[in-house]
């Protein structure tokens, strides 16, 4: 089956597909998929791997916004090439799924899906009952497809999705331009690739030269302090390598080593800019070839009726970028996606269509600021910057196209610290709830942390990470929301969110005032407040940055959920545990003095602080919060305020029936 499968797709693109945007498949396998497991009435399911060939035309309106498209390369068509790893599942019987599509963006090449929403076992090359969780999405007779867009992704033994992308050039020769990249560490290391993550290592744009003599390395503790000039004969273009430093011109090597939670800023000369705009036409064109492709082609042909786009911190970004550039309608001007569910990503988009910068790039309080991840405008709604006199839509292409989707914007209290969320729903001055249009809803998990529960280890921060298990049980239901909402206009419930209009929204002072004093445990100096940057005039335009650094002018201002006497929320979906709380949950932590920068906080982790057991203990530490003997006066009296919280946001459709049962019986056996 596989292989004749694999025929017909190349036969029929030597027959007459070469005019469309997807020219080529070729499928690598085609395997059951978790050992043939009947998952409900949906029944079996299988999963298509393989690489799509691309064909962009540089001609088409739907492709205008594309930085540097008309600087890359053209085949004999006058067409531009690329091509995409994809990964589908979708029941055997594909006429037995719901009809649904759910697209989920890879974070990195990372595939989230089955991780967020089965609780299956995170991989990037899905194929057991352990990958396929409890089978929600499958259960409920999804199509799971992903697909590269990202070309810094590298290959390695993770097997994450690559995408092809084409590197721009100008009269046959590369392009050259000034780069900036802040570099930093938790441990003293000698050298750092350009684009280091924890989910792996991008491929950053290389110096023009090992000298590169214009290239400057400035240090500092934090983006406030002036920049220490670390002289030229100090570092180099390199790697250290068993006690040897290997030239490289993706990687910065310091004699002195890195320090600890400093910021090193390289400004430096680059070439080799891919085109990277065309990792986001990569997604559109991939989904539109299962939503619409013919039948003798298309697995999914006849099979799906709404297609859904799904993604996690910087994929959120990206959704919410490749809106804001307007491109959810293909060449033959049909929609690709009809909803979107953003999951934490703040107020940000990204780099995603501009030369020269990292896609990898974001803000946060400590690190990022000139990263550009959160730019004017902000809000999926016009507005106007007081400050620059500028006015803007995110959302106002793809409302001109007619190509918006319905969207979710979930948000846990991570964001509000470290990733600007409030800048969502305000004006950027922070003095006016904005009302979001009909067809957005934007939610806060109360006391979450960024990528959910944690495994209660303190990591790099100094107190234990948020425990609070939000990110499934929130994101199925919001999930069905969608899907009713985009199938047959059932409107998911009202936006859930802080608001200055009640004070559950506050200043960084006014938040101060509120939350305990408890003891061993120092508050933050402040929250995330990302500056208005100066990159230029061909920017936004042209993405193109004539201003490396950028200049950084007065910063947009963001607000906290405010938070009771046991520093627990009070805003947005507040959960059993955050209700009925055993103890406080953050969605901020400071940085261990181990990994540096110790008075700033955590990227995005949360805290988990709990109560005293008893009123002795907490009289003696000084803990102002009330212990759990002056709580709950017996187990069985917890565990009733407990079961009543689920079943109330079950009531409030925030929560399935299935979660409050395991959210119920996880609570019972504590």
């Not at 399911?45 to 594309?66: C, H, V, W």
């Not at 620059?388 to 846990?412: C, I, N, V, W, Y």
Request: glycine share 10%; with cysteine; proline share 6%.
């Amino acid at each position: 089956m596989r292989c004749f499968f694999s025929r017909i797709l190349i036969a029929t693109f030597c027959s007459g597909l070469a005019h469309a945007e997807v020219t080529r498949i070729e499928i690598t396998e085609r395997a059951s998929f978790a050992g043939g497991k009947i998952f409900g009435s949906t029944g079996a399911y299988e999963s298509i791997k393989g690489r799509m060939f691309l064909e962009t035309d540089p001609q088409n309106a739907a492709n205008e916004r594309i930085s540097d498209f008309q600087l890359a390369p053209r085949n004999e068509r006058g067409k531009v090439e690329s091509w995409t790893d994809f990964f589908l599942l979708k029941p055997v019987d594909a006429a037995k799924g719901n009809g649904v599509l759910l697209y989920d963006v890879n974070n990195r090449g990372n595939m989230l899906a089955l991780w967020t929403f089965n609780d299956g076992e995170r991989t990037n090359d899905p194929k057991t009952e352990a990958h396929a969780g409890h089978g929600f999405l499958m259960k409920q007779g999804f199509s799971v497809l992903w697909c590269g867009w990202n070309g810094e992704v590298q290959a390695d033994e993770t097997q994450r999705l690559l995408c092809g992308l084409p590197v721009a050039t100008e009269n046959g020769q590369t392009i050259t331009g000034r780069a900036h990249l802040e570099i930093t560490s938790t441990e003293k290391v000698f050298s750092r690739a350009f684009s280091w993550s924890p989910w792996g290592i991008g491929a950053a744009f290389p110096s023009v030269s090992l000298n590169n003599a214009d290239a400057t390395l400035t240090m500092r503790p934090h983006r406030d302090a002036e920049g220490i000039e670390v002289p030229r004969a100090e570092w180099a273009f390199g790697r250290w390598e068993n006690e040897k430093l290997i030239p490289d011109a993706t990687n910065l090597y310091v004699k002195a080593g890195l320090r600890p939670g400093w910021l090193y800023d390289l400004v430096y000369t680059a070439k080799e800019p891919r085109v990277t705009g065309l990792g986001l036409t990569a997604m559109r064109d991939c989904v539109s070839f299962f939503r619409h492709g013919e039948a003798k082609i298309n697995p999914l042909a006849g099979a799906v009726q709404k297609a859904c786009v799904f993604g996690i911190s910087q994929s959120g970004r990206v959704i919410h970028h490749y809106l804001f550039e307007g491109l959810n309608g293909d060449e033959q001007g049909r929609i690709v996606f009809d909803g979107a569910l953003i999951h934490v990503a703040g107020s940000g988009k990204g780099m995603f269509n501009h030369r020269f910068r990292m896609s990898t790039e974001y803000g946060t309080q400590h690190e990022g600021h000139l990263s550009g991840s959160e730019f004017f405008p902000l809000a999926p709604l016009p507005q106007t910057d007081s400050i620059t006199g500028e006015s803007g839509d995110s959302l106002a292409r793809s409302r001109k196209s007619g190509h918006t989707p319905r969207m979710l914007f979930t948000q846990t209290s991570t964001e509000y610290w470290s990733r600007a969320a409030s800048l969502l729903h305000t004006d950027v001055e922070g003095k006016t709830d904005l009302t979001m249009p009909d067809d957005v809803r934007v939610y806060l998990v109360a006391g979450a942390e960024h990528l959910g529960k944690s495994d209660g280890t303190p990591g790099i921060c100094q107190q234990p990470r948020n425990t609070l298990d939000e990110r499934g049980p929130v994101l199925r239901a919001m999930l069905m929301h969608l899907v009713e909402w985009v199938k047959h206009g059932k409107a998911p419930p009202p936006s859930r969110h802080p608001r200055l209009a009640d004070h559950s929204l506050v200043s960084f002072d006014a938040w101060k005032t509120q939350f305990p004093k408890i003891p061993g445990h120092h508050l933050p100096t402040h929250a995330y407040q990302p500056p208005r940057l100066d990159f230029g005039p061909r920017f936004h335009s042209d993405g193109i940055a004539d201003i490396i650094p950028p200049k950084a002018g007065k910063p947009f201002r963001t607000l906290l959920p405010a938070v009771n006497a046991d520093g627990n929320e009070t805003s947005g979906i507040v959960l059993p545990e955050v209700a009925v709380p055993l103890g406080t949950y953050t969605g901020w932590n400071l940085r261990s003095p181990q990994v540096g920068a110790e008075t700033m906080l955590s990227p995005l982790d949360g805290m988990f602080i709990p109560f005293a057991k008893t009123k002795a203990e907490r009289e003696k530490t000084g803990d102002p919060r009330l212990s759990l003997e002056e709580r709950y006066p017996t187990r069985e009296a917890y565990l009733s305020r407990f079961k009543a919280a689920a079943q109330k946001l079950h009531e409030d459709c925030f929560l399935l029936e299935e979660d409050v049962e395991r959210i119920v019986e996880r609570a019972s056996v504590q």
